[in-house]
Antibody, heavy 122, light 110 residues
Framework: QVQLVQSGAEVKKPGASVKVSCKAS????????IHWVRQAPGQGLEWVGI????????SYAQKFQGRVTMTRDTSTNTLYMELSSLRSEDTAVYYC???????????????WGQGTLVTVSS | QSILTQPPSASGTPGQRVTISCSGS????????VYWYQQLPGTAPKLLIS???QRPSGVPDRFSGSKSGTSASLAISGLRSEDEADYYC???????????FGGGTKLTVL
């Protein structure tokens, strides 16, 4: 069965960086793109970006460009999202999710990880 | 403020049919597919509708999606207590070159 298992909760200070992992199993790793979506406490969903595990190409939401980096490790079927220069507004649950394709021709996730809470506090 | 506009709340009684709207623009809903998610407290979103009106395997046919112009709707018929959740619409936005979500609608089953 398709599974996306994310790393545990993180607490970071303002200005620091955080790296969240998402380990995929139950399907062909390189056949599906991975989205990252976040949700601040009590708020709605916000798209962060997407990575193609096959070649590693990425596309980020304008809001996060310059601060986010998405990578993958094909040897362990694991995806990573690193967010730098953290501020309190980055406190949120970060989800990885499996989709197909990129852009308007792509799809949003059908399977999701369990979410990783990132707390930014001094 | 979200690019896609949803009513913050909706309600209905068991067995009733409810509709949740999602308003967008010519750069998102009018020209691209709409997706709908259901989210229960403390859990990841669950895909209800893809490509504006397609139900993934396992989603009851009580849930249906439609789109017209710059707006989309999610309809839930035969409302059940377990449908009480937050619902989100989403679409690709050509102007932003990114996916955008609605602010979410909290559905209460009275």
């Amino acid at each position: 069965q398709v599974q996306l298992v994310q790393s545990g909760a993180e607490v970071k200070k303002p200005g620091a960086s955080v790296k969240v992992s998402c380990k995929a199993s139950g399907y062909t790793f390189t056949s599906y793109y991975i989205h990252w979506v976040r949700q601040a406490p009590g708020q709605g969903l916000e798209w962060v970006g997407i990575i193609n595990p096959s070649g590693g190409s990425t596309s980020y939401a304008q809001k996060f460009q310059g601060r986010v980096t998405m990578t993958r490790d094909t040897s362990t079927n694991t995806l990573y999202m690193e967010l730098s220069s953290l501020r309190s507004e980055d406190t949120a649950v970060y989800y990885c999710g499996r989709g197909q394709g990129i852009g308007a021709a792509g799809t949003l996730p059908d399977y999701w990880g369990q979410g990783t809470l990132v707390t930014v506090s001094s | 403020q979200s690019i896609l506009t949803q009513p913050p709340s909706a309600s209905g009684t068991p067995g009733q049919r409810v509709t949740i709207s999602c308003s967008g623009s010519s750069s998102n809903i009018e020209i691209n597919y709409v997706y709908w998610y259901q989210q229960l407290p403390g859990t990841a979103p669950k895909l209800l509708i893809s490509k504006s009106s397609q139900r993934p395997s396992g989603v009851p046919d009580r849930f249906s999606g439609s789109k017209s112009g710059t707006s989309a709707s999610l309809a839930i018929s035969g409302l059940r207590s377990e449908d009480e959740a937050d619902y989100y619409c989403a679409a690709w936005d050509d102007s932003l070159s990114g996916w955008v979500f609605g602010g979410g609608t909290k559905l209460t089953v009275l």
